[in-house]
């Protein structure tokens, strides 16, 4: 049973690795460089109109408030679910191993992959919300998979090519959330709550696990376990609307106690902030001779490592929260892009941004050699959170950042629960109500699994199927790309030039065009 075991994990090592190495960094990045030309550098050019009309806009009861219809949730709704799956783990753990292993000069390369993400980020959820259509239930489905059986199906030829490609990503994305986006994530929480809260009395009933205490499963986490799979299963059985309230109540907190926790950490350490930006443009060019664990690094490697955490964070042309972006009220399907752009802006520009000053700048990392205090990715940002919230012998800090872990991780399991869904419901077809059905009871039964996890095998497959579900989705994109360009041309003529002979361009289905184009003439606005 070992040696299988050993052969299935070495043959996904090298399937994610060719997946996320060897092409896919830098396939993303390109897909993000060519989005970004063909929309005249949309995210800097138009800077100012997607600020106002996302962040700038939270007191428009059409962008914030309620629908009052099961079709669809409001547009800072499906921001929150879609931060809820993408501001995770990794915005912790990801960007202290990206530094760890990339060095300081990681992270400009994390900031350069946003840049360009923001613009792959945008043109998904245009193309979400042009090709979307309504289910049997009334609700709103949308999603990577339509467009590639849509759009690019409709291209002379390509009819069973993309609905080939709509099928592996669907397939994937299913894969992928029973496990990046569930039991590796609950397994991350029940590891780290039952380390900072640790209860003797449950800790040390020990269930399974090996002989030297290394991967031992405890009656503490079980109990844990189950209590998130009661939590999930009331959620996510509630719908998109149950989680979408959850979400946006819990997302905003937890990004905004973050980064004023991060802000007390790096303005306690205001006179290494300085430093802390210069190693990071000093050692974004340049090779290192030394740093910490790896030894000694080439500029390709830091390149490489800051990119593919960046991406790993944001998700930018995974095709995953375009699905619950195509849920939104929304009419036209710029205005579900301009999101898209925040998103990723507020998911690696601003909290993986204070995760990475917060450990540059604590002194928990000497910014000449590489040293950490610690070994460990995994508690290098509790480290840097004691060195400030300290009480005595409490560390409060590591209390914070495994509450942190919790309240990220579990709104990850909720936005992954809706992709899963969304694509277990493309792949049945008529039978979807039953099957989705079907699916939320296996997803809520799987936490369990996660919290008892004593291997990581689990992780890593559908972490390469999280990879695999990017190059069916960006060829989607890429052969969509003359369209993404004229819905936003079209968009740029009638709302910022003001243009009122010019037709709307909102749905590749003429019912909805008609329907939605009459909406916007009465109102001036969706």
């Avoid at 219809?69 to 191993?97: D, H, M, P, R």
């Amino acid at each position: 049973m070992n040696s299988l075991l050993e052969i299935i994990a070495n043959i996904n090592d090298k399937i994610n690795t060719f997946v996320w190495a060897t092409i896919g960094v830098w396939l993303l990045i390109a897909v993000g460089v060519i989005m970004t030309v063909l929309t005249g550098f949309f995210q800097v050019t138009h800077i100012g109109h997607w600020i106002k009309k996302t962040i700038g806009s939270l007191f428009d009861t059409k962008v914030k408030g309620k629908t009052g219809e099961k079709a669809s949730i409001s547009q800072f709704q499906a921001l929150c679910t879609a931060l809820a799956a993408t501001v995770g783990v990794g915005n912790i753990a990801g960007v202290a191993a990206a530094i760890m292993s990339g060095g300081p000069g990681a992270v400009f390369w994390m900031w350069v992959a946003a840049f360009f993400g923001m613009m792959t980020n945008y043109s998904e959820n245009v193309l979400g919300i042009y090709f979307r259509r309504k289910n049997k239930s009334g609700e709103w489905s949308g999603g990577a998979m339509y467009y590639l059986q849509d759009g690019l199906g409709g291209y002379k030829g390509m009819q069973k090519v993309g609905k080939v490609l709509a099928v592996i990503f669907a397939v994937c994305a299913v894969l992928a959330s029973f496990g990046i986006g569930n039991m590796g994530q609950i397994n991350k929480i029940v590891v780290n709550l039952t380390s900072a809260f640790n209860i003797s009395a449950l800790s040390d009933i020990v269930l399974y696990g090996s002989a030297d205490g290394s991967t031992q499963v405890t009656l503490y986490m079980l109990i844990v376990g189950v209590l998130l799979m009661v939590l999930v299963g009331v959620i996510i059985l509630g719908g998109i609307q149950r989680i979408a309230t959850v979400a946006e109540k819990i997302v905003p907190f937890m990004v905004v106690v973050f980064i004023l926790g991060s802000l007390a950490i790096i303005f306690t350490n205001a006179k290494h902030i300085g430093g802390a930006f210069g190693a990071i443009f000093s050692s974004a060019f340049t090779s290192k001779a030394v740093w910490g664990a790896a030894g000694g690094l080439t500029l390709k490697s830091v390149i490489t490592m800051g990119c593919k955490r960046g991406v790993f964070s944001n998700e930018a042309g995974l095709g995953s929260s375009v699905m619950v972006h195509s849920n939104s009220n929304v009419i036209e399907p710029v205005k579900q892009g301009l999101w898209g752009i925040f998103e990723v802006f507020a998911d690696t520009m601003i909290v993986c941004t204070m995760t990475a000053l917060t450990i540059l700048t604590s002194g928990v990392i000497n910014l000449e050699t590489g040293e950490a205090i610690t070994g460990s990715d995994s508690t290098l940002v509790a480290e840097a959170f004691n060195t400030v919230f300290t009480i005595g012998n409490f560390e409060l800090g590591r209390c914070f950042i495994a509450l942190a872990i919790l309240l990220f991780a579990f709104t990850t399991v909720l936005g992954w629960s809706h992709y899963g869904s969304k694509a277990v419901e493309y792949l049945a077809g008529e039978k979807a109500p039953l099957a989705v059905s079907i699916y939320k009871a296996i997803f809520t039964a799987m936490t369990v699994s996660g919290a008892m996890l004593t291997s990581s095998l689990a992780w890593d497959i559908s972490d390469t199927f999280n990879g695999m579900m990017m190059i069916p989705n960006l060829i989607g994109v890429v052969a969509l790309a003359p369209l993404v360009r004229k819905i936003t041309k079209n968009y740029i003529e009638r709302r910022i030039k003001g243009k009122t002979d010019v037709e709307p361009v909102l749905s590749f289905f003429p019912d909805i065009q008609k329907v939605n184009a009459k909406k916007i003439e009465e109102t001036g606005e969706d």
